[in-house]
């Protein structure tokens, strides 16, 4: 397959560039092709020049399809100015990169070799123990990196820009890897016709051929919205928007993976729908809080209960719950997590945009409150692209009250039509439900659980 995609007619200069190394030739191809790497000018890739850390934040979200619009960052050194801004906010509120002890985020240091293994394997959700050998074993393990002659991973060694091409390109398209073996586990349904495989994650990359509707392939990774997958002799991409898997339509359970499962299973997310019953909270634009909040709150539960985890729910269905009793039954239900599902109001129209809330006072879970917050508000912020109002410390009952990890996450202003027509759309509430869904997997995964195999 890797001949016919990346055969020898391919062997030319990438893209115009005059100095990129024949051993990065064809990797440095691909990721131009799919506009994930440029060059430092049009005719030079700057080859041999380290490889920065707002590069590879760049690079690493252009791959993923991250936000990158440029914006204020939490980094006193990354201004919304910096042309990596908005990659770097991505990449640290997805927990692929993170800034130093000083709060700083240090845009300009240079990366070495382990600190490219850490990133890669955050972002491609690689299992490691959180350590640096543990991310090169990943990467040495998958054939994305091999070793040094001398024995060593060259974990303090700067990374170049041609190898890091290189093992990015081979992160994404296992075509590329030392070891081409792959196990494509997933059985993935297309959910319409004339379907592009595609050479990469992205509708920059070239059609393999197209499927019909209704047609089963097997999903390996992915990579942002799109999975890899074999289709009789094709292997290719496919957007995860056009896949629905068994477990969508309950025909069945994602196949147990591994004896992590039984952790998973000791874990009880607690989803609590706001307001209800003679409570309709907000109101605007023909909506009621109430309505759409238990909507998503249902679409949450119906995807977690398709997992190992216990989820339990303060109300499934349009009842009155005070606030106190909230809280309780969480505790009474022996809850690991929390997570209260709201729509903002505002008496401005104007206001729009998505934002998430953890109790911040000292409290034993305030770390993984914000946490949880933080993994729950970067996935909605993906699925509706709103304004990003922030994570945020709130005095509320729900959280204040509870004695385990617990946010409360607020959609959108159903008083802005722009957000409320999300909500009135059965589309984008199925979107942010899987936001909501993915976004406490985020959680359990930053929490070393393995979580790979339940991702939407
Ligand atoms: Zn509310």
Same mark, same amino acid.
Do not use: C
């Given at each position: 397959?890797?001949?016919?995609?990346?055969?020898?007619?391919?062997?030319?200069?990438?893209?115009?560039?005059?100095?990129?190394?024949?051993?990065?030739?064809?990797?440095?191809?691909?990721?131009?092709?799919?506009?994930?790497?440029?060059?430092?000018?049009?005719?030079?890739?700057?080859? $041999?020049?380290?490889?920065?850390?707002?590069?590879?934040?760049?690079?690493?979200?252009?791959? &993923?399809?991250?936000?990158?619009?440029?914006?204020?960052?939490?980094?006193?050194?990354?201004?919304?100015?910096?042309?990596?801004?908005? =990659?770097?906010?991505?990449?640290?509120?997805?927990?692929?990169?993170?800034?130093?002890?000083?709060?700083?985020? &240090?845009?300009?240091?240079?990366?070495?070799?382990? @600190?490219?293994?850490? #990133? /890669?394997?955050?972002?491609?959700?690689?299992? =490691?123990?959180?350590?640096?050998?543990?991310?090169?074993?990943?990467?040495?393990?998958?054939?994305?990196?091999?070793?040094?002659?001398?024995?060593?991973?060259?974990?303090?060694?700067?990374?170049?820009?041609?190898?890091?091409?290189?093992? #990015?390109?081979?992160?994404?398209?296992?075509?590329?890897?030392?070891? *081409?073996?792959?196990?494509? *586990?997933?059985?993935?349904?297309?959910?319409?016709?004339?379907?592009?495989?595609?050479?990469?994650?992205?509708?920059?990359?070239?059609?393999?051929?197209?499927?019909?509707?209704? *047609?089963?392939?097997?999903?390996?990774?992915?990579?942002?919205?799109?999975?890899?997958?074999?289709?009789?002799?094709?292997?290719?991409?496919?957007?995860?928007?056009?896949?629905?898997?068994?477990?969508?339509?309950?025909?069945?359970?994602?196949?147990?993976?591994?004896?992590? $499962?039984?952790?998973?299973?000791?874990?009880?997310?607690? &989803?609590?729908?706001? !307001?209800?019953?003679?409570?309709?909270?907000?109101?605007?634009?023909?909506?009621?809080?109430? $309505?759409?909040?238990?909507?998503?709150?249902?679409?949450?539960?119906?995807?977690?209960?398709?997992?190992?985890?216990?989820?339990? #729910?303060?109300?499934?269905?349009?009842?009155?719950?005070?606030?106190?009793?909230?809280?309780?039954?969480?505790?009474?239900?022996?809850?690991?997590?929390?997570?209260?599902? !709201?729509?903002?109001?505002?008496?401005?129209?104007?206001?729009?945009?998505? @934002?998430? =809330?953890?109790?911040?006072?000292?409290?034993? !879970?305030?770390?993984?409150?914000?946490?949880?917050?933080?993994?729950?508000?970067?996935?909605?912020?993906?699925?509706?692209?709103?304004?990003?109002?922030?994570?945020?410390?709130?005095?509320?009952?729900?959280?204040?009250?509870?004695? #385990?990890?617990?946010? /409360?996450? @607020?959609?959108?202003?159903?008083?802005?039509?722009?957000?409320?027509?999300?909500?009135?759309?059965?589309?984008?509430?199925?979107?942010?439900?899987?936001?909501?869904?993915?976004?406490?997997?985020?959680?359990?995964?930053?929490?070393? =659980?393995?979580?790979?195999?339940?991702?939407?």
């Amino acid at each position: 397959m890797i001949v016919s995609l990346f055969g020898m007619n391919r062997q030319v200069q990438a893209a115009g560039f005059v100095d990129v190394p024949a051993r990065a030739l064809n990797e440095v191809n691909y990721l131009v092709e799919g506009k994930i790497v440029n060059g430092s000018s049009p005719t030079t890739f700057t080859p $041999d020049k380290v490889i920065t850390k707002a590069e590879a934040a760049v690079f690493i979200g252009r791959a &993923l399809q991250l936000n990158g619009t440029q914006r204020a960052t939490g980094f006193p050194d990354v201004g919304m100015s910096n042309f990596a801004s908005g =990659y770097i906010q991505s990449a640290v509120d997805k927990g692929i990169v993170s800034g130093d002890k000083a709060g700083n985020f &240090l845009p300009y240091k240079e990366v070495t070799r382990g @600190e490219m293994a850490v #990133m /890669l394997a955050n972002a491609f959700g690689y299992s =490691y123990n959180n350590t640096v050998s543990g991310a090169e074993k990943a990467l040495m393990t998958l054939g994305i990196a091999s070793g040094l002659s001398n024995g060593t991973f060259g974990t303090d060694l700067p990374i170049k820009r041609a190898d890091f091409a290189v093992f #990015m390109a081979r992160a994404i398209n296992p075509a590329f890897r030392l070891k *081409t073996s792959v196990n494509f *586990t997933k059985p993935l349904w297309s959910t319409t016709g004339n379907l592009n495989i595609r050479t990469g994650p992205s509708t920059e990359y070239s059609s393999v051929g197209t499927i019909a509707a209704n *047609t089963q392939v097997t999903g390996a990774h992915s990579v942002g919205g799109w999975t890899y997958v074999k289709m009789g002799s094709k292997t290719g991409f496919i957007s995860n928007y056009y896949l629905r898997s068994a477990s969508s339509d309950g025909a069945a359970k994602p196949p147990a993976t591994d004896s992590s $499962d039984s952790k998973l299973s000791s874990q009880t997310i607690i &989803l609590d729908p706001g !307001h209800g019953g003679k409570d309709s909270g907000a109101v605007g634009n023909n909506l009621r809080e109430k $309505d759409v909040v238990l909507k998503a709150g249902l679409q949450v539960n119906n995807l977690l209960k398709k997992t190992p985890f216990n989820v339990k #729910m303060t109300r499934s269905t349009d009842t009155f719950i005070e606030l106190k009793d909230r809280s309780a039954f969480a505790k009474d239900n022996g809850g690991d997590i929390f997570v209260s599902i !709201h729509a903002n109001s505002a008496s401005s129209a104007a206001a729009t945009g998505t @934002e998430t =809330y953890y109790y911040a006072a000292a409290n034993p !879970h305030a770390a993984d409150s914000k946490l949880l917050s933080s993994k729950i508000q970067a996935r909605m912020l993906d699925a509706w692209n709103l304004r990003d109002r922030g994570v945020k410390p709130g005095n509320f009952s729900v959280l204040r009250e509870n004695n #385990m990890p617990a946010a /409360l996450v @607020e959609m959108g202003f159903i008083s802005n039509a722009g957000d409320a027509s999300k909500m009135a759309s059965d589309y984008w509430m199925n979107i942010m439900s899987i936001a909501i869904y993915n976004g406490i997997l985020d959680y359990y995964k930053a929490k070393g =659980y393995n979580v790979n195999s339940l991702y939407k």
